[in-house]
């Protein structure tokens, strides 16, 4: 990357020009990499006054670099960034230790929102098109952008009009709340009440230099007083759909049936317990074989590539296959394959084990099945084009993956996290909100990473006083799977172009590695548009190993593209990864204690 900008003056109250896009950060990266202190960092005054200044002076509409235009907004009263949490689990009420909320102290000092939005006895299957509807509201009125085109949501009705209540209205669409129903319509309403209610809480107290201290809320116009203030969006969060809807756009699939959409989720739901059944007799197989483990990453990719592959090829082994029937990934991709040939292509195509879109395809042909007056043509049901992300609007939309530099000692770091949620009361809190009836079954929270696992532990059959066994069998799963999480958050990321990866040095002191990783996003974000896209462009194909080779050590590459290839590359080198205790080892008093809180 070119050497850090000049920077021009700021402070938290700052005059920008009106003829710039707005600059809006999306901050991804693993499970325990750091994210939430490094969103904090840069919705910090300073940081954000910072980088909203200099992205003006550099990013204006007339190309012209050297001077901010004269045609300004009037001054703001404060500056500061909202961080907008991405994560699938944040967004329910009740849990805290189990989604890793941020705690009250964090909150006050910088607001976040879309958290506790939908009740923790829901079981309405908040998905991504609703969050991203949601995300779309908040930004607009955080920033004032009063032009911006309405996105319906087709599975849900929801619908990103700023003065929407959660569906679309209107004489076109009169018989909407009879489709969806009046409790849907309800909840809908009652989840955006909650998000408007924050975002004018969050904009008052800011305005006055306040922290958002849980006081009760401020009466007025968050549009008014968004107006007169300046903010700087910084989305924050793991959930990969989530973010590939924001940034990409909902992709093209028609508006699934109610009967088809539960049909569709209970069909993976089987499908996708047996995967895990297939992926922990593979793990113990792994653990006890004397020879070297072979290569995690490369056996699940080349796992994966052959599920894709045989979407398409049929299995010729007759009687193979009718003595060992597949199971998991494998055995949902036969089956959606055999609902016809326009969703075997479709499956076939997936990239890896991609279980939301195997499930929206599912969704579409079970539709399409009980679609009996032949009201739909088949063959207009995929165009691959995807529409309404931030990238179709007047944003200047710049994301980031924040990439630990050491996968062997963030697989550590994830281990030891794991412990500390257990050891700061993971098992009564999911014991508090089963009986509550806040981890309802079906629910998305009850199958979230850290509470499935927790509470399959508390209803566990033959349960014994102080079971050593039953325990460590309970830890080394919810290690396994948040392991397995973060492998596919890299994975994932590393295979998207709009995003580019910082390195995290582990190593180095928190403060010390969120500093340096807040400042590489804050010299990003700075960046003329022309020069942060050079920083966008992809490592060379691996097939040119040579040239490859030479652009590393030649350091033709961007700090981006060695950092996606270190990351690759690490993955050869975790067959060599074993679970230790951090904290929780037998015989320790933190264990004795755990053990005794679990048969209480």
């Given amino acids: 990357m070119s050497t850090m900008m000049a920077s021009a003056s700021s402070s938290s109250s700052l005059s920008l020009p009106s003829n710039h896009k707005k600059l809006i950060i999306v901050l991804a990266g693993p499970t325990a990499v ?27 509409n007339n190309g012209e670099n050297e001077n901010v235009p004269s045609t300004s907004t009037s001054t703001s009263t404060t500056c500061r960034g909202h961080i907008i949490s991405a994560d699938s689990v944040q967004t329910y009420q009740g849990v ?30 908040y998905n991504a098109a609703d969050w991203m509807n949601d995300a779309l509201h908040v930004i607009h009125k955080l920033t004032n952008y009063d032009n911006y085109p309405q996105i319906t949501n087709e599975g849900t009705g929801d619908s990103s009009d700023e003065n929407d209540t959660g569906y679309r209205g209107g004489k076109e669409n009169e018989n909407e709340e009879k489709e969806f129903g009046e409790e849907l319509i309800l909840e809908l309403k009652k989840r955006r009440g909650r998000i408007d209610k924050y975002i004018s809480d969050s904009l008052h107290l800011s305005s006055n230099g306040d922290n958002l201290d849980g006081s009760e809320a401020v009466v007025g116009d968050s549009d008014t007083v968004a107006a007169n203030s300046t903010v700087l969006p910084v989305i924050v969060g ?9 940034v990409h756009g909902r992709p093209d699939a028609m508006k699934p049936s109610k009967d088809a959409l539960n049909k569709a989720a209970l069909t ?11 992926e922990k007799e ?26 894709s592959a045989s979407a398409s090829t049929p299995n010729t082994n007759t009687n193979e296959t009718e003595q060992n029937p597949p199971t998991g990934w494998q055995a949902a991709v036969d089956h959606v394959s055999s609902l016809g040939p ?30 009996v007056e032949n009201k739909i043509n088949i063959e207009d049901l995929f165009n691959g084009q995807r529409e309404g992300g931030l990238d179709s609007m007047e944003y200047d939309v710049r994301c980031f ?4 530099d050491d996968r062997m000692a963030h697989t550590a770091v994830i281990d030891s996290r794991c412990e500390d949620m257990i050891l700061s009361g993971l098992l009564k809190e999911t014991t508090d909100l089963s009986l509550a009836g806040l981890l309802p079954t079906g629910g998305q929270q009850a199958r979230a990473i850290g509470y499935r696992q927790t509470l399959d532990y508390l209803n566990r059959e033959s349960a014994t006083e102080k079971d050593a066994a039953s325990f460590g069998q309970y830890l080394d799963d919810f290690t396994a799977a948040t392991r397995r999480y973060a492998k596919k958050q890299m994975q994932w990321f590393r295979r998207d172009d709009k995003f580019i990866f910082v390195p995290v040095k582990l190593s180095d002191p928190s403060s010390t590695r969120v500093d340096a990783a807040a400042n590489m996003i804050r010299d990003m974000c700075v ?6 896209e050079k920083e966008l462009l992809p490592p060379p194909p691996k097939t040119g190993k040579d040239s490859r080779a030479n652009d590393e050590m030649g350091g033709n590459l961007s700090i981006s593209a060695k950092t996606k290839l270190e990351n690759e590359k690490q993955g050869k080198g975790m067959k060599f990864y074993r679970g230790v205790r951090h904290k929780l080892i037998e015989g320790s008093d933190a264990y004795g204690r755990i053990i005794i809180e679990a048969d209480e």
Avoid at 103 to 123: A, F, Q
Avoid at 343 to 368: C, N
């Fill in 34 to 60: 750091g994210k939430s202190s490094i969103g904090s960092k840069l919705c910090s005054r300073e940081m954000a006054s910072d980088i909203l200044t200099n992205h003006a002076l550099y990013n204006t």
């Fill in 96 to 125: 805290q230790i189990g989604a890793n909320k941020p705690t009250k102290e964090e909150i006050e000092r910088t607001p976040h929102h879309l958290i506790n939005i939908v009740d923790g006895d829901s079981v309405c299957q």
């Fill in 238 to 246: 793991g959930t990969m759909m989530y973010l590939q809807w924001l």
């Fill in 268 to 278: 993976v739901a089987q499908f996708q317990r047996q995967e895990e059944e297939n």
């Fill in 282 to 307: 593979e793990e113990i197989q792994q653990a006890t074989t004397v020879t070297p483990i072979a290569d995690v990453e490369e056996v699940s990719q080349s796992a994966e590539n052959s599920a």
């Fill in 342 to 371: 326009i969703f075997a292509e479709r499956v076939s195509k997936l990239p890896g084990k991609d279980w939301y879109r195997l499930r929206r395809t599912l969704e579409v042909a079970y539709t399409v099945l009980d679609d």
């Fill in 401 to 404: 993956f924040l990439c630990p």
């Fill in 527 to 532: 960046l003329p548009r022309q020069d942060f």
